[in-house]
């Protein structure tokens, strides 16, 4: 009934250019071997120009009809996944969080370094908007959210600074539940990834098969009447003879057989 949507298929679907398959950013990217050519850089420059001017020119009326698509269906657009908005200009955030409200979101999340929250925490602060930080398992980079710590750094610059919290990676990298933190800081979480991963930074893997603490963290959002939402994140390997779709039916099943058990 709810999704964790990218700004990728929305945009697409509004006859954005090609270049916004890539995120927000505005920095020009150079090949991965050497340096971009006066030319490569001009054509960059350039599409980064027409993408900026295709984004603020579009009327908030355009994201509106989209989420009534959605919401026809009986999906809410609960949290809109902003790729790269580290890297985008004063212009463009604006655009984003105007977006996403216009979308229905409660947040937006994204992945970006500790210490460029600072300013996007200062964009939700301005737009009342929660913005949620991914976490994923690296323990010693400072601007990694995998440490201990890095949420709460985050949490300091701004109110709307909020955590994704990714209960695979967390327990995977870390050897423990993330459940006390979550109950800790129940009100800066936007949302959770649900996924099943073997321990010690193991692989993800079909539902039930891991060691990540699934059925404590849906029970415990259960008992505790958490209203954030928890989101299935497919990373393990689909079956040949399987397809997405079938197997997020089965997660999704998983689900109702811990919560109506």
Known sequence: SAVELRTQPIEAFLGAPA???RGVGETLTPPRNGQLTAAQEAAQKAEIAELKKWR???S??????????YEDAGVLIEIV????????SDEVLDYCFQMAKSLGAKAISCEIPVSKTKRLGQFATKHK??????????????EAFGRLGAWEQAFWYSKYNGANVD???FHSSN???PAEWIKENHTRVTHVHLK???????????????DTPLKEILLMMQREKYKFQATIELEYPIPKDSNVLAEISKCVQYCKNVLEA
């Open 175 to 177: 050897g423990f539940s």
């Open 19 to 21: 270049a916004a398959s």
């Open 60 to 69: 908030m009326n355009e994201f509106k009809n989209f989420r009534k698509k």
């Open 196 to 210: 099943d991963r073997k321990a010690n930074n193991g692989p993800g893997v079909a539902w039930g098969q891991g």
């Open 167 to 169: 209960i695979g990676h």
């Open 56 to 58: 603020l020119s579009r």
């Open 81 to 88: 996944k902003i790729d790269k908005i580290d890297a985008a």
């Open 129 to 142: 908007l929660m913005v949620g930080y991914h976490g994923h398992g690296n323990l010693t980079n400072p």
